[in-house]
């Protein structure tokens, strides 16, 4: 079978119900019902093969992406959601440990990890002299698991289904398409009914740097161990992909029997990183097979498209690693008891240059990636300034720009190169570890200039309150010494003993913030947090953005539920969680926003901190009184249950819905100070004076 997107597809019989991941419909028949790609488990009609809108193979979709954002996984649990797998496409069924993305809809078993395509939502894609006018937003589609009942945007259609992983949704607006149909849907996207109240990305930038997404909108304080979802995923990955070559090796033996006397099932390392990790994969050759043959089939299998001339094979049993070669190479491979046969696949060294690959990542091109070739001198600057040229930016400075090494392997790494470095040197020692990270890796060209300008704001919380400016400067100054002192203090929310510190250069301001991370006040761990900025030129003019607080601590599990939707349907630099710094970090990112809305989950003390909070900020604020909405959540509920919002949000509402009141909602005048002042008395039962006209918003 001819490939089609990467995919590597066999005729199949299937014993079981099977359903086209294309079209979501059944393969009729008994025998030879369908398609099954090998590599990824995709399933179509023949039919469904000619159709435009077939997703590519997971490891061919990897390389499509033009800007890798690494997904932010949830901690790992075993979850039974009738919800498929985004990688291997089965289904998540509980009896093995899962996760999901907490800011978009990607699902993955936790082994499948290491082959998730780092293609998250982009949230912060500011680009400074950009303006509003020219800014084109695309849709982002995510396939599969599909909420019950969506219908497709262009044939009005069914397109979910729970039996496999098909459909496509929308990650902004929320439009779903069937597979074909999507190709047919204008590329603009809107953000569709959540228009109003989004934060778009073109508006929001976020320094540079190595701090992990989880990180900085505070998605780890809940965790209860100090790891990080990478080395989580590193974890249970190595672990389990042992197992899964024990299991290769049971299968081996069934398929032995079964196997053709003239067929040999040969096991491949792709890299010395692939057999320490023990993560092979397993080709199947007529015995007699020719190198090239071998050599073509396993590129195939890796979705490499390089000519197999650049590579040989050794046996990887053998002592010293022996070349194999024509006329037999599987004929005289070592065997270890039982064993089937193991080979490396590896890159020619001797070779004088190559052909490597740079993205233009944000810079404004058309062109999507060049392919420049590379000797044993070419430098990084060489490349800096081929790539200038072929991206049509001769007139540019190539002392402006940097050369980034990204690499693809659980999640998005990525290395500036000095300037005098080999990129042929840095290919060849990554396709020694393995070839298929080596095919993944790409160069980005950068401006040297962060497109977040110099001003790196930290807002520290958890200092005592009511001190002198003074007094402040000098606490934190004996935490971060004179290496890491801030540029300036402010605002000093003396109230909270929080305030804001600026840095003019990312790498001191990350080590003050992990310095601070790391130090107590009083017994009292400081809070610090690394903040995005709003260009509010930036948001449209009939835009409200809504600023989201979360108490996760309310109402059981209901806090954390909603902040996890809530950053899956919005831009998560939207979205606060009250746990982490309260109320002041979100007001002060959005101070500059003229005119914007506030949601407040939580229970009534929660609301009045909140209000309070931006009563202190109001004078800083472009816009001082922003219209709040409440959604209650645990038992304090009065001034919800005055509003008509009801007794408390019980988790049976979609979040989505709870957004849609939002945008609907009525402004309606309510004296705020009446609310506060019943609530810190604490006279339950005492009838309050409200306007006559109560709605869902008070000002
Ligand atoms: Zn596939
Ligand atoms: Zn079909
Ligand atoms: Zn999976
Ligand atoms: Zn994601
Ligand atoms: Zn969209
Ligand atoms: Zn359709």
Request: proline content about 6%; aromatic content about 8%; glycine content about 8%.
């Amino acid at each position: 079978m001819a490939d089609c997107r990467g995919h590597v597809f066999t005729k199949k019989t299937f014993h079981l119900p099977a359903y086209c991941h294309n079209c979501t419909n059944l393969l009729w028949g008994v025998v030879t019902q369908g398609n099954f790609c090998t590599v990824c488990n995709y399933i179509a009609h023949e039919s469904c093969l000619k159709k435009p809108g077939i997703s590519p193979c997971h490891s061919l979709a990897a390389s499509l992406i033009k800007n890798p954002v690494s997904h932010c996984w949830s901690e790992p649990a075993r979850i039974r959601n009738q919800r498929c797998c985004n990688v291997c496409r089965k289904r998540i069924d509980g009896r093995t440990f899962s996760v999901t993305c907490e800011i978009c809809h990607y699902y993955t078993h936790v082994d499948c990890i290491p082959s998730a395509v780092a293609d998250c939502k982009e949230t912060a894609t500011y680009h400074p002299g950009k303006l509003l006018t020219s800014v084109h937003h695309e849709h982002h589609w995510r396939e599969g698991n599909l909420r019950p009942g969506a219908v497709c945007y262009a044939c009005a259609k069914p397109c979910w289904t729970t039996d496999c992983l098909a459909g496509f949704r929308c990650e902004w607006c929320g439009i779903t398409a069937h597979a074909t149909c999507r190709t047919q849907i204008p590329y603009e996207c809107d953000f569709g009914i959540l228009g109003p109240i989004y934060l778009p990305p073109h508006a929001v930038s976020i320094p540079r740097t190595e701090v992990p997404m989880e990180s900085i909108i505070g998605v780890q304080v809940r965790r209860k161990d100090k790891q990080t979802p990478r080395s989580i995923s590193i974890e249970f990955s190595s672990g389990e992909s042992k197992t899964k070559d024990a299991e290769d090796e049971e299968m081996y033996e069934v398929e032995k029997t079964k196997e053709d006397k003239n067929e040999e099932l040969v096991k491949v390392y792709d890299g010395d990183a692939s057999y320490l990790k023990h993560t092979s994969f397993t080709v199947k050759v007529p015995k007699a097979v020719k190198t090239e043959t071998l050599i073509s089939t396993i590129l195939q299998s890796l979705n490499i498209s390089q000519s197999a001339e650049n590579f040989y094979l050794t046996d990887a049993y053998g002592l010293n690693e022996p070349i194999l070669e024509d006329p037999n190479p599987i004929n005289n491979v070592t065997r270890l008891g039982g064993k089937k046969p193991a080979v490396f696949l590896r890159l020619k060294q001797d070779s004088h240059g190559g052909l490597v690959r740079v993205y233009p990542g944000r810079l404004q091109t058309d062109i999507p990636f060049c392919v420049v070739s590379v000797d044993r001198q070419t430098t990084a600057k060489d490349l800096i300034v081929e790539s200038l040229a072929r991206f049509g930016f001769t007139s540019h400075n190539s002392t402006d720009y940097r050369l980034s090494q990204v690499l693809l392997e659980h999640g998005v790494t990525e290395r500036v190169l000095d300037f005098d470095e080999k990129p042929l040197d840095i290919i060849k020692n990554i396709g020694q570890e393995s070839l298929r990270q080596m095919e993944l890796m790409r160069f980005y060209l950068q401006l040297k200039q962060d497109p977040h300008g110099p001003n790196i704001a930290l807002f520290v919380g958890n200092l005592p309150t009511g001190l002198s400016q003074r007094t402040y400067e000098n606490i934190l100054m004996t935490f971060l010494g004179e290496e890491c002192r801030f540029l300036t203090i402010g605002p000093i929310y003396y109230e909270y003993g929080s305030l804001v510190i600026m840095y003019n250069e990312t790498d001191v301001a990350v080590n003050a913030m992990y310095l601070l991370r790391s130090s107590e006040y009083e017994h009292k761990h400081l809070l610090v947090m690394l903040l995005p900025n709003i260009d509010p030129v930036m948001v449209p003019a009939d835009t409200q953005p809504l600023l989201v607080f979360v108490n996760v601590k309310s109402g059981g599990c209901q806090g954390l539920s909603l902040i996890s939707s809530f950053r899956k349907l919005l831009n998560p630099y939207q979205v606060f969680d009250l746990g982490n710094g309260g109320p002041l970090p979100g007001l002060y990112v959005f101070r500059h926003i003229r005119d914007y809305k506030i949601l407040v989950c939580g229970g009534d003390g929660t609301i009045g901190w909140v209000l309070q909070c931006l009563d202190n900020v109001g004078q800083d604020s472009e816009c001082s009184s922003p219209p709040c909405a409440i959604v209650p959540l645990g038992t304090g509920n009065d001034l919800a249950r005055v509003l008509k919002w009801g007794a408390g949000y019980n988790g049976s509402d979609e979040p989505i819905h709870l957004l849609e009141d939002v945008i609907e909602a009525e402004k309606i005048r309510l004296d705020r100070w009446t609310v506060v002042i019943h609530h810190e008395d604490g006279a339950d039962g005492r009838p309050i004076h409200v306007p006559n006209s109560v709605g869902k918003l008070i000002f």
